[in-house]
């Protein structure tokens, strides 16, 4: 089963408007990523964000980390039509039956920026 | 350039026929992983190396094989392939045990008739 699910997944804005997306998950983590995609191509990674950490920026980009909710948001804001992209979130929380670390994805949430 | 290069992009075989997909990066990193990326699924994990000769099975191993034999190389290998396994392959790599960014290959379009 998917650890992070990401909501809603599809969302349509204009230029210049803010966009949020939100991610849960089920068990404890390490830390949680957001990844980008474009169609049909490999995977960018955007921001990480440590589960001692409430809240991280990088450029237009805002994450926010919720551990007692087990939820994560992403919000790009004044939005381009450049940000046209699925949008991933990852979590890193290993895996006790295994002992495996391993990035665990959701199914992503489809932005469109209309230009 | 930092990078994870996969060959090839795009690939159509027939049920059967054993084909690799080869993936390197010039990162030095010591983790890398192979996922598979379906509609509504998601990216899942198929295999994971955590370092040269040591690798694992993933969330969906069956049907794949993988090694690594040197520390930049890790193919993944698909004896005999099934229409089943037909999707968009990702090799990715990241620093040690305690994962950080990961760096994705453009990816493998893998048909399967």
């Known amino acids: 089963s998917q650890q992070g699910e990401e909501d809603p997944q599809a969302l349509s804005i204009q230029e210049g408007e803010n966009a949020t997306m939100n991610c849960s998950y089920k068990t404890s983590i390490n830390n949680l990523q957001w990844y980008r995609q474009n169609s049909g191509r490999g995977l960018v990674h955007l921001i990480l964000i440590r589960s001692n950490e409430r809240e991280k920026h990088s450029g237009r980009l805002r994450v926010t980390l919720d551990t007692s909710k087990k939820s994560s948001s992403l919000l790009i804001t004044a939005s381009r039509a450049a940000d046209t992209a699925s949008y991933f979130c990852?979590?890193?929380?290993?895996?006790?039956?295994?002992?495996?670390?391993?990035?665990?994805f959701g199914s992503g949430t489809r932005l469109q920026v209309q230009p | 350039e930092a990078q994870v290069t996969q060959n090839p992009r795009y690939l159509i075989t027939v049920t059967g026929k054993k084909l690799t997909v080869t993936c390197s990066q010039n990162?030095?990193?010591?983790?890398m992983s192979w996922y598979r990326q379906d509609p509504g699924l998601g990216l899942r994990q198929i295999y994971y190396s955590m370092n040269v000769e040591v690798t694992d099975k993933g969330d969906v191993p069956e049907g794949y094989k993988v090694s690594r034999k040197e520390k930049r190389n890790f193919p993944l290998i698909l004896e005999s392939p099934s229409p089943n396994q037909t999707s968009l392959y990702f090799c990715?790599?990241?620093?040690?045990?305690?994962?950080?960014?990961?760096?994705f290959g453009q990816g493998t379009r893998l048909t399967v008739v």
């Open positions: 990162m030095n990193h010591e983790y």
């Open positions: 990715a790599s990241s620093r040690g045990q305690g994962l950080t960014e990961a760096f």
């Open positions: 990852a979590t890193d929380g290993g895996r006790k039956d295994t002992g495996r670390r391993a990035l665990t």
